[in-house]
């Protein structure tokens, strides 16, 4: 009862102290032990809204049940299989594929520089590691490096992509080294995205599309411009749609930025020639920045399919589009034949940017003070890999053949084995590091799911990983058209595991 209301003669009978808790405000409060508490500062009404909005399908809630799974069958509960098979995410080395033999090694000696005076490494190790130590402050990678990366590391970044290109220059000026290829990404959405209402930036993104744009969108508040591959087509850009999205996005934001995934993730598709010539010649007209993820460049699988950069045919097109057009390009170290996930290493390249805008980047960066040293190192040697002669470059080539060999061999058994299973079609995987098969449900099952708040795919998928132990991302997660339902599914290790669960769910 507050004191407020009563009479003076009543409020008489109160304590001093019971007075003064009742004509506290409703955020302060008094705990058991006498001690005053408040309200929080940060609650859910009170945080950025924009993050709220945020969604990553890739660790979402199916993810967090198959870690709640993996302890339970730490505990010994029973359940009708022994292993949750994590098949949600590109994470190379946890599916079992091994590390290169001399990326480790240089990176074991620039982590312990006294391993350079032992003989168990290879010369060749030795030099790149004294390299990439003498380029250090204090000949450690446990100091600071410069933010926009190593200088050395930049300069082999540089040659490895005119290598890649034919002979296109780049100017290492133009490199940056990134926190994986997700940082450059999300630092460049930083930089395009203003404006209010119908001057609020739009950025045009593939559906099926990679969370991390979605989310970072989100995050920054931009306006979502959906364009959607051809499924019927594996999953290949169609310049109609790019066009009808633009147009009807420009009813009601600004777009400024095109999004291409090459090749593909979730979808597996590998761009051709002559659809990226479209591509630039479109970004042209429009005025569009281009964005090109061109992190599985080394995952191309299917036969007349090839990797053809951004970079490339852009400057093949000549001055009126390489002098011109604006493209942001990005590599990582965590997928292809590395996927060296955990040590974060990366590259971004800027192409005509604008010259007071690359000074405003170079300035944000630096609000990070710098990428991962032992991922700037480790880039270094993706792009600086061992040469004919030197010691390591049998073992090396040997290596990086077999880990690419296995990863096609695995992405043709995934689209068989699927293609298998009544209910569920797949296209062919030319490239990168999952499949994202067409799944048909019945209605049933939508209807149970709906009852349930599900999207029905999310539905299957968790019904998948309850009963048989696989852990996949429900299409919805990353877009897909109406009335369509899919799923990611990363390489699998076990495939015999991967066929037998599928087909014990007779329901689909």
């Known amino acids: ?79 009708p299989f ?4 994590k098949a949600n995410i590109g994470d190379a080395h946890a599916m079992g594929q091994q590390p290169i033999t001399f990326f480790r090694q240089v990176l074991a000696l620039c982590s312990y520089p006294e391993l350079l005076n032992e003989n168990m490494f290879p010369e060749d190790a030795k030099n790149r590691a004294r390299r990439i130590l003498q380029a250090c402050g204090g000949g450690s990678v446990g100091a600071y490096s410069a933010s926009q990366g190593i200088d050395c590391v930049r300069q082999d970044v540089a040659r490895y992509i005119e290598r890649r290109d034919g002979g296109v220059p780049c100017d290492p000026d133009n490199v940056y080294l990134t926190t994986g290829a997700s940082d450059g990404i999300v630092t460049m959405l930083k930089l395009l995205v203003c404006g209010e209402g119908a001057s609020r930036t739009g950025v045009m993104i593939s559906i099926p ?4 744009y979605s989310a970072a969108l989100a995050e920054l508040g931009a ?12 999953w290949s850009m169609d310049l109609s749609e790019l066009e009808s999205s633009l147009a009807e996005a420009r009813k009601h934001c600004n777009p400024k930025a095109l999004c291409i995934i090459n090749p593909g993730n979730p979808t597996g598709q590998v761009q051709s020639r002559q659809c990226i010539e479209g591509v630039i010649r479109f970004a042209a007209k429009e005025r569009l920045f281009l964005m090109a993820d061109e992190v599985y460049q080394d995952n191309v699988y299917a036969e007349g ?6 970079k490339k045919v852009l400057f093949e097109l000549g001055p009126e589009y390489s002098d011109n057009v604006e493209l942001a390009s990005f590599h990582s170290t965590s997928k292809c034949y590395m996927g060296e996930c955990g040590f974060r290493g990366g590259y971004m390249e800027v192409i005509n940017m604008d010259a007071e805008v690359q000074a405003q980047l170079s300035k944000l960066v630096s609000v990070r003070l ?11 040697l993706v792009v600086n890999s061992p040469q004919p002669g030197e010691p390591s470059h049998i073992t090396f080539m040997k290596e990086r053949t077999a880990t690419l060999s296995l990863l096609a061999e695995k992405a043709k058994l ?11 079609t797949c296209n062919p995987v030319q490239g990168a590091m999952y499949s994202f098969p067409n799944i048909s449900l019945p209605e049933k099952s939508i209807k149970e799911a709906k009852a349930l708040g599900q999207a029905p795919d999310m539905f299957y998928c968790m019904k998948l990983l309850e009963e048989t132990g696989i852990c ?29 669960a599928f087909h014990i769910l007779r329901w689909v």
């Open 414 to 424: 995934t689209e068989q084995i699927l293609n298998t299973v009544p209910g569920i």
């Open 305 to 310: 399919c090839q990797f053809h950069s951004f």
């Open 472 to 500: 996949l991302v429900p299409g919805s997660g990353f877009g897909q058209k109406d009335g369509t339902y899919h799923f990611r599914s990363g390489q699998p290790s076990l495939l015999k595991h991967f066929i037998t």
């Open 209 to 212: 599309q990679y969370p991390l």
């Open 223 to 234: 306006v979502q411009v959906n364009y959607y591959l051809n499924e019927e087509k594996c």
């Open 82 to 85: 022994t292993e949750v098979i």
């Open 1 to 79: 009862v507050c004191v407020h209301s009563l009479s003076v003669e009543g409020s008489q009978h109160f304590t001093s102290k019971e007075i003064e808790y009742c004509n506290m405000s409703a955020s302060q409060k008094m705990t058991e032990n006498g001690v005053f508490s408040r309200d929080k500062v940060l609650t859910i009404d009170t945080m950025n809204p924009t993050v709220k909005n945020v969604e990553y399908a890739v660790r979402g809630p199916i993810v967090q049940r198959a870690m709640q799974i993996e302890k339970e069958l730490r505990e010994g509960v029973k359940k």
């Open 370 to 380: 710098c990428p991962p040293v032992p991922g700037q190192a480790l880039m270094d």
